[in-house]
């Protein structure tokens, strides 16, 4: 058996007017915010399924039920220093992380940067952020949704 573990996340949320949107821990539009129990960070909910699903420990929304109230409006950081906690029982440490962020606007390029520099800060590896947009189709090519992907390769801590 392999001692490198991969696995994938997805999270997508409707928008609504009002708020702010944030994105890896950076706000990246004000005037619209995502329709979330939480903060609805979808990269840092991608990432977090994704740690979850390499440490084969379920999804998310087993971690952080959106019926529980101690996690309404919650930072996302808080799940991801939660999923920090699971990593180093298991002995694992993240080498690296790559997101896809789907969405038609805002345009995320000016903020590509500074969302990579703070997940690296609190994964403590190499982060590469990606954006794109759905090509005008379905509701995150109206305009309607925000989503993100995420691929993280965790290894034994040495």
């Given amino acids: 058996m392999s001692s490198f573990r991969i696995g994938h996340g997805y ?10 949107l944030l994105m890896a821990g950076v706000i990246v539009a004000s005037g619209v915010s995502p329709v979330a129990h939480s903060d609805g960070d ?14 084969a420990i379920g999804d998310i929304g087993e971690h952080f039920p959106d019926s529980d109230p101690q996690y309404n409006g919650a930072a996302s950081t808080v799940f991801l220093d939660r999923m920090r906690e699971h ?16 969405a038609e606007r805002p ?6 940067k500074r969302m990579a520099e703070h997940l690296i ?37 040495q």
């Fill in 11 to 20: 999270d997508i949320h409707r928008l609504k007017a009002g708020g702010d």
């Fill in 42 to 55: 979808v990269v840092i909910h991608a990432i977090v399924d994704a740690i979850c699903g390499a440490l």
């Fill in 87 to 102: 990593l180093r029982v298991a002995g694992m440490h993240v080498v690296n992380c790559d997101v896809t962020i789907m």
């Fill in 107 to 112: 345009k995320l390029k000016p903020f590509k």
């Fill in 121 to 157: 800060n609190i994964l403590n590896c190499p982060v590469n952020i990606k954006a794109g947009t759905n090509e005008g189709c379905g509701e995150i090519g109206r305009g309607e949704a925000v989503a993100a992907h995420a691929v993280v390769l965790l290894a034994p801590v």
